[in-house]
């Protein structure tokens, strides 16, 4: 097991970056960025991870419990999820726009997005 | 005004959300509120650079502590938010206080009630609180809450007119390298904090020892502010969130990139100072730098968008301040090395002024005349008085001609490059000659020739705003001694021997 979840939220990360540079379809971009994100979160939750651990709660302490887990990596991880719905939402936005006025989702179309 | 530091994040971030609800009631009430909120945040702002400058040493905030000047840690480990601002932070955050009053005093008369003003209002105060928490913060992770607030509030700002087709494309662009670059920030937290279970950045300073590990971790966070601070090869958003961005945003966007600039002076200096400090990232930012100056420069000779001509201008300028962020590095402990540093920090705050003055002209122009392409201007100077002199001088300003603002800090800036690397310089005076080219060129297709059109003259709230910002090219110009001995020499310090006290203001001891 060991590095299993590292080596796991790595392949999301690569997979994510596949998709950016291969995709021109701006939803598939912004999956793209998501799943990148996701990848990130996991490896972030993975870092807390304690074996046996329990939820750092005194008063809830089964007696004779062992080691406790940091909350520190779930509350980052949550505050990531939310900036990441936040962005995710925003490029969604933009591209309802961006299809809108242009009447395409294809990035090689959109003269801007060139480059 | 012991809870000054924490005050200038919140008031703006109270501010922004509370703006929408108030318009609902009373447009006067909503620009009242938002006037307040400004000068509130000016207020408690300079409070913070006031104690800094006059005690020399860092402030510390400490959040959720029963006292908030009261050390972060008991026994030793850190396990409190804290906000820490050194000369450098105290520096940064006047540029920042100023971009955003600017951009704010300006933006009451160039929005338009009909095109989203309140929307446009709010956004503008996030972003300035997202600034300003990136700069006091004395935390990795908040250091990325506070990357990725700017990030969406400069995304909807670059995105403003959605009525038009090109500025929805500029901010996606914008935001997939923003997000790409803060999620690389991310990850080097989450290795930070994996290998040493703290997130405190001088607690982190103290234990980091240079492994693997380590030195993945700062080429991720090098990785993630070169990219949100727009340098080659990392540049293609920059111009056109620049470009197509309305003025008051376009000039608290340069501000945003500094911030980037900052971020990296404070991990290169104090997060990594003790263990990692290398010439070779010297020679790595300060050969980008050039770069970023030459194609930068190279590109503004070929527009005809003068919102992107103006715009390669501000990313050439980024430029610089790498080259001297770099030479810092590499001749860290030599005299010319701070030289560098002390042109390459004083040019940030001279550069917010004639970039940004550049901007608040082409929202004046394309608010008078609806057109800002090359081509079809002429003329305008018959009728755009101040515009075409303040135009006239922030292009002077940009290409660092004497005496104004942009010569003090770029003449430092050659010296210093001069004797790390002499084809380096050669290539900076080059491109600022360039500049100095593009700017007579543009400044000759918009104001003379024959008068073409008639078009009305800015409010005078627009130039009044402008003014502020002439002002300063030109009294930094006149008198550059008295602002680098007051403040930017400080902030210098506070980057090369400052690290033993940064890291004692915040650990005690």
Same mark, same amino acid.
């Given at each position: 097991?060991?590095?299993?979840?590292?080596?796991?939220?790595?392949?999301?990360?690569?997979?994510?970056?596949?998709?950016?540079?291969?995709?021109?379809?701006?939803?598939?971009?912004?999956?793209?960025?998501?799943?990148?994100?996701?990848?990130?979160?996991?490896?972030?939750?993975?870092?807390?991870?304690?074996?046996?651990?329990?939820?750092?709660?005194?008063?809830?302490?089964?007696?004779?419990?062992?080691?406790?887990?940091?909350?520190?990596?779930?509350?980052?991880?949550?505050?990531?999820?939310?900036?990441?719905?936040?962005?995710?939402?925003?490029?969604?936005?933009?591209?309802?726009?961006?299809?809108?006025?242009?009447?395409?989702?294809?990035?090689?179309?959109?003269?801007?997005?060139?480059? | 005004?012991?809870?000054?530091?924490?005050?200038?994040?919140?008031?703006?971030?109270?501010?922004?959300?509370?703006?929408?609800?108030?318009?609902?009631?009373?447009?006067?009430?909503?620009?009242?509120?938002?006037?307040?909120?400004?000068?509130?945040?000016?207020?408690?702002?300079?409070?913070?650079?006031?104690?800094?400058?006059?005690?020399?040493?860092?402030?510390?905030y400490t959040l959720g502590a029963p006292s908030p000047t009261a050390s972060v840690t008991e026994g030793g480990f850190p396990i409190r938010i804290v906000l820490v601002v050194d000369a450098l932070g105290a520096y940064m955050g006047i540029i920042a206080l100023l971009a955003g009053a600017v951009g704010l005093f300006y933006s009451f008369q160039y929005l338009v009630e009909e095109e989203g003003k309140t929307l446009g209002t709010s956004l503008l105060l996030l972003l300035w609180a997202g600034i300003l928490g990136l700069v006091y913060t004395g935390d990795l992770f908040n250091f990325f809450v506070f990357l990725e607030i700017t990030s969406i509030a400069a995304c909807a700002l670059i995105g403003y007119r959605?009525?038009?087709?090109?500025?929805?494309?500029?901010?996606?662009?914008?935001?997939?390298?923003?997000?790409?670059?803060?999620?690389?920030?991310?990850?080097?937290?989450?290795?930070?904090?994996?290998?040493?279970?703290?997130?405190?950045?001088?607690?982190?300073?103290?234990?980091?020892?240079?492994?693997?590990?380590?030195?993945?971790?700062?080429?991720?966070?090098?990785?993630?502010?070169?990219?949100?601070?727009?340098?080659?090869?990392?540049?293609?958003?920059?111009?056109?969130?620049?470009?197509?961005?309305?003025?008051?945003?376009?000039?608290?966007?340069?501000?945003?990139?500094?911030?980037?600039?900052?971020?990296?002076?404070?991990?290169?200096?104090?997060? =990594? /100072?003790?263990?990692?400090?290398?010439? !070779? %990232?010297?020679?790595? *930012?300060?050969? #980008?730098?050039? &770069?970023?100056? +030459?194609?930068?420069?190279?590109?503004?000779?070929?527009?005809?968008?003068?919102?992107?001509?103006?715009?390669?201008?501000?990313?050439?300028?980024?430029?610089?301040?790498?080259?001297?962020?770099?030479?810092?590095?590499?001749?860290?402990?030599?005299? =010319? /090395?701070?030289?560098?540093?002390?042109? !390459? %920090?004083?040019?940030? *705050?001279?550069? #917010?002024?004639? &970039?940004?003055? +550049?901007?608040?002209?082409?929202?004046?122009?394309?608010?008078?005349?609806?057109?800002?392409?090359?081509?079809?201007?002429?003329?305008?100077?018959?009728?755009?008085?101040?515009?075409?002199?303040?135009?006239?001088?922030?292009?002077?300003?940009?290409?660092?001609?004497?005496?104004?603002?942009?010569?003090?800090?770029?003449?430092? *800036?050659?010296?210093?490059?001069?004797?790390?690397?002499?084809?380096?310089?050669?290539?900076?005076?080059?491109?600022?000659?360039?500049?100095?080219?593009?700017?007579?060129?543009?400044?000759?297709?918009?104001?003379?020739?024959?008068?073409?059109?008639?078009?009305?003259?800015?409010?005078?709230?627009?130039?009044?705003?402008?003014?502020?910002?002439?002002?300063?090219?030109?009294?930094?110009?006149?008198?550059?001694?008295?602002?680098?001995?007051?403040?930017?020499?400080?902030?210098?310090?506070?980057?090369?021997?400052?690290?033993?006290?940064?890291?004692?203001?915040?650990?005690?001891?």
């Amino acid at each position: 097991m060991g590095n299993m979840p590292f080596v796991v939220s790595m392949i999301l990360v690569g997979l994510g970056f596949l998709a950016l540079i291969t995709r021109r379809n701006l939803i598939k971009l912004t999956i793209g960025i998501s799943v990148i994100e996701m990848g990130v979160n996991l490896f972030l939750v993975s870092l807390g991870y304690v074996k046996g651990g329990i939820a750092p709660i005194y008063t809830y302490a089964p007696p004779g419990f062992k080691e406790m887990v940091f909350p520190t990596p779930q509350a980052l991880t949550l505050t990531a999820i939310v900036i990441g719905l936040a962005t995710t939402a925003l490029m969604l936005a933009f591209a309802v726009v961006i299809y809108r006025h242009r009447g395409t989702l294809d990035a090689g179309k959109i003269r801007e997005l060139k480059g | 005004m012991v809870h000054a530091p924490v005050l200038a994040i919140a008031v703006p971030l109270l501010g922004a959300f509370a703006l929408p609800l108030l318009a609902r009631l009373n447009r006067r009430a909503r620009d009242l509120w938002a006037a307040g909120i400004a000068v509130a945040t000016l207020v408690f702002g300079i409070a913070v650079a006031v104690q800094v400058f006059a005690s020399g040493r860092p402030l510390v905030y400490t959040l959720g502590a029963p006292s908030p000047t009261a050390s972060v840690t008991e026994g030793g480990f850190p396990i409190r938010i804290v906000l820490v601002v050194d000369a450098l932070g105290a520096y940064m955050g006047i540029i920042a206080l100023l971009a955003g009053a600017v951009g704010l005093f300006y933006s009451f008369q160039y929005l338009v009630e009909e095109e989203g003003k309140t929307l446009g209002t709010s956004l503008l105060l996030l972003l300035w609180a997202g600034i300003l928490g990136l700069v006091y913060t004395g935390d990795l992770f908040n250091f990325f809450v506070f990357l990725e607030i700017t990030s969406i509030a400069a995304c909807a700002l670059i995105g403003y007119r959605v009525w038009e087709p090109r500025p929805p494309e500029a901010a996606f662009k914008t935001m997939v390298m923003y997000t790409l670059g803060g999620l690389l920030v991310l990850v080097s937290v989450g290795i930070l904090y994996g290998e040493y279970d703290a997130l405190n950045i001088a607690y982190l300073s103290k234990l980091i020892t240079g492994t693997l590990l380590d030195k993945l971790a700062l080429g991720l966070l090098l990785g993630g502010l070169l990219m949100k601070a727009g340098a080659v090869p990392a540049h293609m958003w920059a111009p056109d969130a620049y470009g197509e961005a309305p003025a008051m945003a376009a000039i608290v966007l340069v501000a945003n990139t500094q911030a980037a600039i900052y971020a990296l002076l404070r991990v290169v200096f104090t997060l =990594f /100072g003790g263990a990692l400090a290398s010439p !070779g %990232i010297g020679w790595l *930012i300060a050969s #980008l730098g050039t &770069v970023t100056v +030459l194609v930068a420069v190279l590109m503004a000779v070929v527009q005809r968008h003068l919102g992107r001509l103006v715009a390669y201008g501000a990313v050439s300028q980024l430029g610089y301040m790498l080259l001297a962020v770099g030479v810092g590095v590499v001749a860290a402990g030599k005299g =010319f /090395g701070e030289v560098a540093l002390k042109g !390459g %920090i004083f040019h940030m *705050i001279n550069d #917010l002024a004639s &970039v940004g003055l +550049l901007f608040l002209v082409v929202g004046a122009i394309r608010r008078a005349v609806g057109s800002v392409d090359l081509l079809s201007l002429g003329g305008l100077g018959h009728t755009l008085r101040w515009e075409s002199g303040f135009f006239l001088l922030g292009a002077l300003a940009l290409a660092g001609i004497p005496p104004l603002n942009g010569f003090a800090s770029k003449f430092l *800036i050659y010296e210093s490059t001069f004797k790390a690397s002499p084809i380096l310089a050669a290539v900076a005076v080059l491109s600022s000659i360039l500049l100095l080219g593009v700017g007579v060129r543009a400044f000759h297709g918009i104001f003379l020739g024959p008068k073409t059109r008639d078009v009305a003259s800015s409010p005078r709230g627009m130039l009044v705003a402008m003014g502020v910002l002439a002002v300063i090219i030109v009294v930094f110009g006149l008198f550059p001694g008295f602002f680098i001995e007051r403040m930017v020499s400080p902030a210098v310090q506070a980057i090369l021997g400052g690290r033993a006290s940064y890291l004692a203001a915040v650990l005690g001891g």
